[in-house]
């Protein structure tokens, strides 16, 4: 059973910094993209960020969030870490991990950050920003 576990959240002033973390087991975490995607009330469901770990090196993030949030993994521990520094109450919202195969049969697949790409959900973490 493919399970992803967000931890992390809280409450932090604006200005501050938060690391999420995702733990993922029931599949290889290795061949997996694994990716941050935020919904704030009465939003849509937008990505954030994510990382390749076939290659560990490519990476994919929102222009609202670059240079203050850092997308990371430790394949070893199959978790992926988002450092988000500076925040701001915008980015107050439940954020979920999800995780899509990038090895499919032969092919390598790339995938937009976008919420239909994703196969694989966590039940999401609160992140509240105050001013």
């Known amino acids: 059973e493919v399970q992803l576990v967000e931890s992390g959240g809280g409450l932090v002033q604006a200005g501050g910094s938060l690391r999420l973390s995702c733990a993922g087991s029931?599949?290889?975490?290795?061949?997996?993209?694994i990716g941050w995607f935020r919904q704030a009330p009465g939003k849509e469901r937008e990505g954030v960020s994510y990382?390749?770990?076939?290659?560990?090196?490519?990476?994919s993030y929102a222009d609202s969030v670059k240079r203050r949030f850092t997308i990371t993994s430790d394949n070893a521990k199959n978790t992926v870490y988002l450092q988000m520094n500076n925040l701001i109450p915008g980015n107050t919202a439940i954020y979920y991990c999800?995780?899509?195969?990038?090895?499919?049969?032969?092919?390598?697949?790339?995938?937009?950050?976008?919420?239909?790409?994703?196969?694989?959900w966590g039940q999401g973490t609160r992140v509240t920003v105050s001013s």
């Open positions: 029931g599949f290889t975490f290795d061949d997996h993209v």
């Open positions: 990382i390749n770990n076939l290659d560990g090196s490519s990476t």
């Open positions: 999800a995780a899509t195969a990038t090895r499919v049969g032969g092919a390598i697949y790339v995938p937009l950050l976008r919420s239909y790409e994703f196969k694989y």
